[in-house]
């Protein structure tokens, strides 16, 4: 779900530099931020800055750089500055938006991206990221209207319909709301053949529906297209049209999650009422002593890094790791770890006795059968070490697991606990909650806690 984030946008502002050799070193500036080779443009940024003081265009690019990297105030006010010297720029004010957005302030987005719109009335970036913090600010109306005014100047833009249609989806209040969220990824799909978000938005939708055909063979023909591609291969196995796999492939895990890097926050916090890390580290703390830096921690599938500044008052040290390079990178800008991985779960958790907590917040989604990651998440431990993860839970009292539409695993209250048991957990304590919403709804999650005892005796489940 690729939403408009902070990125060069070469259109330089009215402000022009005298002379060529200046301008030419604007260029490769340029070139190299957008090849993302971020330390050899900043040093031409800021050797541009030294030839010719405030030169906005350098500002406004060099401000980007620095939000990239995890510097998001600098970056703020190097962009302000830029628009001290040419304050009618749409891009500028969209892209410090952006900034603003990403650091979660979202008042302070609106009013730039609606200072955007006022210097550039067609600037459909400004107006698409409008629309996305009205709705992350749950002004439902405001933000449809804007969605509808988007597609009204820009008919033939295949991102505002696709992201229409998720606004339909992620606040549906019936069937008919799903109904028009199908027309929208139609439309998005047959606009940019490519767009393979929107088919996949498209058949999770139908399948929703009820039109599972449908949603199986929009799969079929994708695999046909693209037989190498692990996402449509895994969403053809959730929607009942192939076996399912017993975990996630890897592939498939990293190409959605390398997509999604950019707007996960977004779309989770904002949209989805995204509650896993606040909720695993609360029960955490029911169990830990008070916060003193006196632990070893892994945040085991970090994501961007949303749980890095709930568990620093607990690590001494504070190690995330992720199948994804992309959320890997984001969770680097976010900053708080001092560690960050990319690696796949199960084998990175081969260290015997590293850790006094794992935390796995909704990435256990990703596996079907739990024991392999759960006696690994036990040997990693130390003893007396904590384990805590969030599922999204399955109905009825057998042991059973099963791959949805979403492409992600339920797990029955009875798996997880067999699960733990296997693995030699103790003190095991399951509870029911919701931590996000789909489709409008509350998911229905199991968060876990385990502990890692001694060498034998009995679990007991709480």
Known sequence: MNRDSAQVVVRPSAARMAAPDWRALLQQAMQAHQADDLDTAERLYREVLELRVA????????????????????????????????????????????????????????????????????????????????????????????????????????????????????????????????????????????????????????????????????????????????????????????????????????????????????????????????????????????????????????????CAPLLRPHARRLVGVDLSGGMVEKARQRGGYDALDVAELTAYLQQPGAWDVVLSADTLVYFGELGTVLAAAHAALRPGGWLAFSLEAEEGDEDRVTLTASGRYRHSRAHVLHALERACFHDIRISEDSLRKEFGQPVRSWVVLARRGGDAGPASAT
């Open 55 to 306: 030169q906005p265009d350098a500002l406004h690019y060099l401000g980007v750089l620095c939000h990239q990297c995890g510097r998001s105030d600098e970056g703020v006010e190097l962009i302000r500055t830029a628009l001290q010297v040419t304050p009618k720029h749409p891009d500028a004010h969209n892209n410090l938006g952006n900034i603003h957005k990403e650091c979660g302030r979202l008042r302070e987005a609106e009013a730039c991206y609606r200072k955007a719109l006022e210097c550039g009335p067609q600037h459909h970036n400004a107006l698409s990221n409008l629309a996305v913090v009205l709705e992350a600010q749950e002004r439902p109306q405001e933000a449809f209207e804007a969605y509808e005014k988007l597609l009204r100047q820009a008919p033939r833009y295949a991102q505002g319909h696709y992201l229409l249609g998720l606004f339909l989806r992620n606040h549906a209040q019936n069937l008919e709301h799903i109904e028009q969220s199908v027309a929208r990824f139609r439309e998005a799909y047959a606009l940019e053949p490519r767009f393979v978000q929107a088919l996949e938005a498209l058949s999770v939708s139908q399948y929703v529906l009820g039109r599972t055909d449908e949603a199986v063979q929009v799969y079929r023909d994708w695999v046909a297209r693209e037989p190498d591609n692990p996402i449509p291969r895994h969403m053809l196995a959730a929607c009942g049209g192939a076996d399912a796999p017993v975990r996630a492939g890897d592939a498939y895990v990293r190409d959605i999650f390398d997509r999604f890097a950019d707007s996960f926050d977004e779309q989770l916090l904002h949209n989805l009422d995204y509650r896993a890390p606040q909720v695993l580290v609360d029960v955490l703390g029911t169990v830990l002593p008070a916060p003193a830096a006196a632990l070893d921690v892994l945040d085991a599938g970090c994501g961007t890094g949303l």
